[in-house]
């Protein structure tokens, strides 16, 4: 069983910056992570992804603006997310692929215009 808490959201102006973290209760050595976001009304959708490896994937809507990375010393996953839209505006989950799937209760950000 792994715990897993996220944390770091926030309200911000559209193009501020949050960053997220994503804290486990064990090792996340050679678990994958990734982040996603939950929108009223819509279906929750894949932000970014890393292996463990280090290897990253981005939804097209984060390219260039998220940054997913990991410390795995802290058991932590981050997500730096800069110029921030209004379309931005969820609920940010953490999932631990370990293999079983461990996800925490999820993170506000909301992004005023």
């Known amino acids: 069983q792994v715990q897993v808490v996220e944390s770091g959201g926030g309200l911000v102006q559209a193009g501020g910056s949050l960053r997220l973290s994503c804290a486990a209760s064990r090792s996340i050595f050679s678990i994958n992570a990734g982040w996603y976001r939950q929108a009223p009304g819509k279906q929750r959708e894949l932000v970014a992804a890393i292996n463990s490896d280090g290897v990253t994937d981005y939804a097209d809507s984060a390219k260039g603006r998220f940054t997913i990375s990991r410390d795995n010393a802290k058991n932590t996953v981050y997500l730096q997310m800069n110029n921030l839209k209004p379309e931005d505006t969820a609920v940010y989950y953490c999932?631990?692929?370990?293999?079983?799937?461990?996800w925490g209760q999820g993170t506000q950000v909301t992004v005023s215009s």
């Open positions: 999932r631990l692929m370990a293999p079983t799937n461990y």
